[in-house]
């Protein structure tokens, strides 16, 4: 299996542009997680689903982020409008339950 | 609310030591624990996890322990090597939720 699959590596854009980041999970895993790291804060939960139907939410900082799941095997996070504290890694991760957690090589973010 | 704590923040040792690396969770309520290690600018690499009805994992050189009970889980690296230098993450979820809670990490650096 190829793992979990995340696009772009790396994303720069100016303030106010729409970001859309993609994730592939394993075939198979019945959740999804958007996590974003940052220094200052570790690893914090944006976002999660569970056969493609999201279950907790509380971790979406405001509006200007949304996240969907379309089918079993592709997800989006997009921001939109972008700001530079939106600068950040943002890892997808995948489950089968009870299972261990799979997580994407990340997108890095800088917002200009 | 779930609160995950690592202790040391940052360890130094030589080549060749045995060491172990401390996390503390707040709810016993847990499904899984698992250990992460994550090299600077990349993704997050599963190297052990752990289920609520298990007490330990063993991986080649490396031992995790769990006591539910106390809300701690320990990883054991035997002997030491340079290129275990990296950050060690710990995670766990539970109390109904599959979302993983991490704590902040230990950034080991394993000295030639």
């Known amino acids: 299996d190829a793992g979990v699959i995340q696009s772009p590596r790396h994303e720069v854009t100016e303030m106010g542009q729409e970001v859309t980041l993609r994730c592939k999970p394993i075939?198979?895993?019945?959740?999804l997680f958007w996590y974003r790291q940052t220094m200052m804060r570790g690893l914090e939960l944006l976002i999660y689903?569970?056969?493609?139907?999201?279950?907790?939410d509380s971790g979406m900082p405001e509006d200007r982020f949304s996240a969907k799941m379309p089918n079993a095997s592709f997800s989006t996070l997009k921001i939109q409008p972008s700001e530079p504290r939106d600068s950040a890694v943002y890892f997808c991760a995948s489950s089968q339950t009870p299972g261990g957690y799979t997580f994407g090589s990340g997108t890095r973010l800088t917002v200009v | 609310k779930q609160e995950v704590t690592q202790i040391p923040a940052a360890l130094s040792v030589p080549e060749g030591e045995n060491l172990v690396l401390n996390c503390s969770f707040t709810d016993s309520a847990i499904y899984n624990l698992q250990w992460f290690r994550q090299d600077p600018g990349k993704g997050l690499t599963s190297l052990l996890l752990i289920q609520s009805s298990q007490r330990e994992q063993t991986s080649g050189r490396l031992n995790a322990s769990l006591d539910k009970s106390s809300g701690r889980s320990t990883l054991y690296i035997a002997a030491s090597q340079p290129g275990d230098s990296a950050t060690y993450l710990c995670?766990?979820?539970?109390?109904?939720?599959?979302?993983?809670?991490f704590g902040k990490g230990t950034k080991l650096t394993v000295n030639p």
């Open positions: 689903f569970n056969n493609n139907v999201p279950i907790d």
């Open positions: 075939s198979g895993h019945n959740s």
């Open positions: 995670a766990v979820n539970g109390g109904g939720s599959e979302k993983l809670v």
